[in-house]
């Protein structure tokens, strides 16, 4: 990939083998440390000033595709999404110099992709046909609109936050509503 070409051979090999090893790398299961990690595999942002921000540039740099990158899910009760095969076509396309809008939008695809079939797949096995859409990865408005739109088109009945954000603005709410109400004995 192009950003490599400016990270010393000795770093990459460093950082190489403390994945091997594990050596101070953390086990993550947040979509936005994926959407940082594409965001800077398209030379759109490697180093952040604020929170969201690579998430952020990669969103305004997508424009119009309508073919999503491949993934798979795990099997029933894992319900793990593996992205890997979409990051080695993702990476592919870059060398192969596909443009970075036509990339992050195939991205974005992917992602609302995996969040309607996961979905689907535990309506399968467990009837649920209510979805709410909440954490930070959610005020991407372009993943939103894809994955309401997805779900919506299947049957799904699709809940988004409208007075509290979805971020961690909104994460302290839902412990001082209850703190709330057994402070007034409820």
């Known amino acids: 990939l192009p950003l490599f070409s400016r990270i010393p051979a000795t770093d990459v090999r460093i950082v190489d083998q403390m994945i091997a090893r594990g050596v101070n790398t ?29 998430a952020i540039e990669l969103e305004f740099a997508a424009a119009d595709a309508a073919d999503p990158y491949p993934f798979d899910i795990g099997e029933a009760g894992l319900r793990q999404i593996d992205f890997r095969s979409a990051v080695r076509d993702i990476a592919r396309d870059v060398i192969d110099g596909v443009p970075a809008g036509i990339v992050s939008a195939r991205f974005h ?76 004995g409820l």
Do not use: K, W
């Open 26 to 54: 953390v086990e993550t299961s947040s979509c936005g440390r994926l959407f940082d990690a594409v965001s800077s595999m398209l030379g759109i942002c490697h180093h952040t000033t604020y929170e969201g921000q690579a």
């Open 109 to 184: 695809l992917t992602v609302a992709n995996a969040i309607v079939e996961t979905c689907l797949r535990i309506r399968r096995s467990d009837q649920l046909s209510r979805v709410c859409l909440s954490g930070g990865t959610f005020q991407n408005l372009r993943l939103l609109a894809h994955a309401v739109a997805g779900l919506r088109r299947h049957g799904f009945e699709v809940f988004v936050h409208h007075r509290v954000p979805p971020n961690d603005g909104g994460l302290a709410l839902g412990p001082a509503v209850i703190a709330s109400h057994r402070l007034r």
